[in-house]
């Protein structure tokens, strides 16, 4: 049973548009939730992150909104830039250290 | 900046044959763990380890040993290899959570086919 999940496989986005990247989770005790991107053929590298007693965290081009009572976050990217096209990986935290991660989602950029 | 490395970045292996992921950090971090990525799945926690002596299994631990005798080194070891291991596996590290930074560094992935 999937606690963090990324319902979009893909998504596709014209160069200088905003992309959204959405993600679900079903436990109530996840308490820090992190965006990481991967390149192929390279390790996933840490993007941002977000407490749970935020809603909104910003940096740079990218923003994070966590929605508690829906479960639900997003990662914006404002303008997007064909450098972003990676898969985007979304995780959870639970209480103990271990991270919890969605299955990705492929964003392709179109210059 | 070595960070994480892994070694190999890859392996093909037969049925049944054992080998060794090698990891290590020169971060001088407490926490250290392995995933391994399948399409569609996301990155599965295998094993983790909150420092030297100490380990824990993740997710998905079957087939899998692991041991932490020093801060940098968490070698993963596949004692007799199935085609279900057959994956991208990464390793990674970070400092044990003082505070809400829990940001993982990873190293550049194993990729193993096991036929």
């Known amino acids: 049973d999937q606690q963090v999940k990324q319902n979009s496989p893909s998504l596709s986005v014209q160069e200088g548009r905003i992309s959204i990247l959405n993600c679900d989770y079903t436990?109530?005790?996840?308490?820090?939730f992190l965006w990481y991107k991967k390149y192929p053929a390279e390790g996933p590298t840490f993007l941002i992150s977000?407490?749970?007693?935020?809603d909104k965290n910003e940096d740079g081009r990218f923003t994070v909104f966590l929605n508690k009572s829906a479960k639900h976050l997003s990662l914006h990217i404002v303008p997007s830039q064909p450098g972003d096209s990676a898969v985007y990986f979304c995780a959870a935290r639970e209480y103990g250290n271990k991270l919890v991660f969605g299955a990705g989602t492929i964003l392709r950029v179109k210059s | 900046n070595a960070g994480v490395t892994q070694t190999p970045k890859f392996q093909v292996l037969k049925t049944g044959q054992s080998m060794t992921l090698q990891c290590a950090q020169d971060m001088n971090h407490e926490y250290m763990s392995w995933y391994r990525q399948d399409p569609g799945m996301g990155l599965r926690l295998i094993h983790y380890?909150?420092?030297?002596?100490?380990?824990d299994q993740g997710e998905v631990p079957n087939g899998y040993n692991v041991s932490r005798s020093t801060t940098e080194d968490f070698p993963l070891r596949l004692l007799s290899a199935a085609p279900s291991q057959t994956s991208v596996y990464f390793c990674a590290s970070r400092p044990v959570d003082r505070g809400l930074s829990t940001e993982a560094f990873f190293g550049q992935g194993t990729r193993l086919t096991v036929v």
């Open positions: 977000i407490s749970s007693i935020k």
């Open positions: 380890s909150v420092g030297a002596g100490i380990t």
């Open positions: 436990n109530s005790m996840f308490d820090y």
